[in-house]
């Protein structure tokens, strides 16, 4: 009688010696990131009439455009009458496929021409960031969440795992600092777009307020953070 030499490996032993195998995992890591965007472009065509649909998709595409990013696309899609979880949940699932596509396809990647130079101009803009921030280097972990975290323009996914990378951290490390920084700053944002626009609906004049007093203070943080690096730029020996 002979006997199956995989009959005492376990489910999750067996998934990784499958995934082990480059001829397959290749493949499975260069599509998996797509089917991810198609399958959030699926659903919100099944739930969203199609009128909906045209301008969240326009939203999202807008999304992977600089200078677009979650502290504009998120707000417009709110006021536009999209709840505010579902506008979390997409742009949430978009970032965990840029990174996944990142993390696990790069070297591919930096000879896609169009790919290949965003990708380029990351991990200079990622170089640059380290540089100016030496701390991040002590507290990669949570320096990467809180890259990802707040919403400034070169801090999403795509620059987050090239920064990942440029720290050494491990590709799962990447994606879960990605994930979390994200889905906090999405909601967080989302939240506050749905809660402003439910006090405009009450209080015009409040809602106003509240929504300059907002952007008064972001700009001030950025303002902040810019002449931060500024003197940080200016004390690194060159």
């Given at each position: ?21 480059p001829y397959l995992a290749g493949p499975i890591k260069f599509v998996l990131p797509f089917a991810v965007v198609t399958g959030v472009f699926a659903g919100l065509y099944l ?98 969440a809180l890259f990802v975290f707040f919403p400034l323009q070169g801090t999403g996914a795509m620059n987050g795992a090239i920064l990942g990378r440029l720290l050494g951290l ?69």
């Open positions: 009688m002979t006997v199956d030499p995989t009959a005492g490996t376990s489910e999750p032993d067996r998934w990784k010696t499958l995934l082990a195998n739930i969203e009439p199609y009128q909906q649909f045209l301008v969240i998709s326009g939203l999202l595409a807008a999304y992977f455009v600089p200078p677009a990013g979650k502290e504009s696309i998120i707000p417009i899609a709110v006021m536009m009458g999209y709840p505010w979880w579902l506008v979390t949940l997409v742009i949430f699932l978009l970032d965990v496929a840029v990174s996944l596509f990142v993390v696990w396809n790069f070297d591919l990647a930096l000879r896609i021409p169009l790919v290949g130079r965003l990708l380029e101009a990351g991990m200079t803009a990622g170089r640059n960031y380290t540089d100016s921030q030496p701390w991040l280097r002590r507290f990669s972990t949570v320096g990467l491990s590709n799962g490390r990447v994606v879960g600092c990605i994930c979390a920084g994200s889905l906090a700053s999405s909601l967080i944002i989302a939240l506050g777009a749905d809660v402003l626009l439910d006090v405009y609906r009450h209080d015009s004049t409040l809602g106003i307020g509240l929504l300059v007093a907002v952007v008064a203070v972001i700009l001030a943080g950025v303002v902040g953070w810019r002449m931060h690096e500024k003197r940080l730029r200016e004390r690194t020996p060159r």
